[in-house]
């Protein structure tokens, strides 16, 4: 059985996936490391190797910041299959709000605090039903000190122009948080907001079990 390493959401943990199984396949959550000030997102992939053991096939799937991280983790070790969900292969493709804020870094103003706040308030038009609400505001409020002010600096600082790894993307027509007008080369999915790894679980499963099994 093969393991495929997975990135879950900014602010989020294993819960994210809880609804997602690949058959012959084993999902290995990856933990957050602690984040370091004017840390680069390739700096910040470096830390989560030790996760990964590298003596067998190395898997990869990331949902939107965690799948920029396996973009970068990616050029720092062979990977078999690379999956993103719901995130961004490049700098190309993120919104335009989000390159805005590398030539005016308004961000920068913002406290840790202030950023959990933010977080917790925008779990609406992330896609989150009310149901889940208080399960994300706990993952939310687990993360390190200064993890959102370092981690938003390194997406709104992400020089990435292009990868030499194929990458298989998943991308929901209604995500709001990342548009998927901006997306190139992706699996459409109908109604799928950015939370879609929790709510559109059976069609993303058929996917993830054929581009992992072949069929």
């Known amino acids: 059985m093969e393991i495929v390493y997975t990135i879950p959401g900014l602010g989020t943990d294993r819960n994210l996936f809880k609804n997602i199984s690949i058959p012959q396949h084993s999902l290995k959550i990856l ?9 680069t997102l390739s700096d ?5 190797i030790d996760q990964i053991d590298k003596s067998t096939p190395i898997n990869m799937m ?30 190309e493709e993120l919104p335009i709000r989000i390159k805005f804020l590398k030539i ?12 959990r706040k933010l977080v917790s308030k925008l779990s609406w038009f992330i896609g989150f039903e009310k149901n889940d609400l208080f399960e994300f505001k706990q993952m939310a409020q687990s993360m ?12 709104i600082n992400w020089p990435r122009k292009y990868n030499s790894q194929t990458i298989y993307h998943i991308h929901g027509l209604a995500d709001r948080l990342l548009p998927s007008s901006k997306i190139k080369n992706f699996e459409p999915i109908k109604n799928g907001n950015h939370a879609m790894v929790v709510y559109k679980a059976h069609e993303l499963n058929s996917i993830l079990k054929k581009v992992f099994n072949g069929h």
């Open 62 to 91: 990331g949902v939107s910041f965690g799948g920029m991280l396996c973009c970068e983790i990616a050029d720092l070790i062979q990977v078999k299959k690379l999956v993103l969900i719901s995130s961004c292969k490049t700098r």
């Open 144 to 155: 390190p000190p200064n993890y959102f002010k370092y981690c938003i600096d390194m997406i």
């Open 44 to 48: 910040y992939a470096k830390t989560f």
């Open 104 to 115: 005016f870094p308004l961000h920068k103003l913002v406290r840790d605090s202030g950023y």
């Open 31 to 39: 933990e957050w490391p602690k984040p370091e000030p004017a840390f």
